[in-house]
Each structure stands twice: as C-alpha cells, then as structure tokens.
C-alpha cells in the first residue's frame, strides 16, 4: 500500500522560509516523478514543483521559481520543497504526490499517488 506521508508546514512571517517533507513507503521511489501541489482556501488545487525519478530534472510554477526548491534523497524515499520569501498568497494546504515514470507531469489528473497535505500559513 502506497503512503505519502508530508510534515513541515506551520505559521511563518512574510518573507520567512519552511521546509516541507514527504516521506513516501510502498514504492519504487525512483520510478517516479514526486509533485508538490497547493490548494487555498476558496481556490483549485494547483501545481507547484516537480522532480524527476533522478532528480536531475525539476520543473516549478512561475510565481515560485526562484523562491521554491524541490528535491528528493532516494536514498531516504524523501521530497522536499524548500520554500523561501513566503508571501501571504502561498498560504494553502500543502500536498505531496507521485506519478510513475519520469516525465514533468503538472495535472492533477496525471498523479497516482496523494498525501493528506500539511498547512502552511504565512502572515503579513
């Protein structure tokens, strides 16, 4: 049975930094490609950050390049997304998710595999 399984979020200033988590069992880790996916309150879920089985191969929503890192340890069945300079509209619940294969995949449509989210809440 496929777990995804995200830890991190919390309550952080504007222009603070989290680190999310998710620890994933059940899977060959790196057959897949690991997603990040957001959803506000009020608002679709939406599509953040990608990586590859290899995790050579990343892919990130426009409004958080530069600010958001995703990575995995293969090693450990790990992903994480380094969020920096978090803004009040990155408020949202959080989610982890896995598609097999390697392929960048933004759809919600296309993952197989869903954690329970965590909150992340930034204030002004």
């Known amino acids: 049975q496929v777990q995804l399984v995200e830890s991190g979020g919390g309550l952080v200033q504007a222009g603070g930094s989290l680190r999310l988590s998710c620890t994933a069992s059940g899977l060959t880790f790196s057959s897949y490609t690991m997603g990040w996916f957001r959803q506000a309150p009020g608002k679709e879920r939406e599509f953040v950050a990608a990586a590859g089985g290899s995790g050579g191969s990343t892919y990130y929503l426009d409004s958080v390049k530069g600010r958001f890192t995703i990575s995995r340890d293969n090693a450990k069945n790990l992903v994480y997304l380094q969020m920096n300079s978090l803004q009040p509209e990155d408020t949202a619940v959080y989610y982890c998710?896995?598609?097999?294969?390697?392929?960048?995949?933004?759809?919600?449509?296309?993952?197989?595999?869903w954690g329970q989210g965590t909150q992340v809440t930034v204030s002004s």
């Open positions: 998710a896995g598609t097999h294969g390697w392929a960048m995949r933004v759809r919600i449509a296309e993952y197989d595999f």
